[in-house]
């Protein structure tokens, strides 16, 4: 699997997990959600996205 696509992955599951828990549990984990969104727009402005250094260290392919 690709770096794109596993950040995809990763980042839809934390999205869609912060939510479920944020409905069930406490309404303090859509904090976690927005947190997810307001990285994935800062990583689309400045290129530079912290999980693809960890999953590049982690040898993930670019293509």
Excluded at 49 to 57: D, G, K, N
Aim: proline letters at 3%; charged letters at 10%; aromatic letters at 20%.
């Amino acid at each position: 699997m690709t770096v794109d696509r596993m950040l995809h992955l990763i980042a839809g599951s934390f999205i869609f997990l912060s939510v479920l828990l944020g409905f069930w549990l406490s309404p303090y984990f859509f904090y976690f959600t927005g947190f997810v969104g307001l990285n994935l727009i800062q990583s689309a402005f400045t290129q530079w996205c912290p999980m693809i250094s960890i999953l590049r260290a982690a040898g993930f392919k670019e293509n």
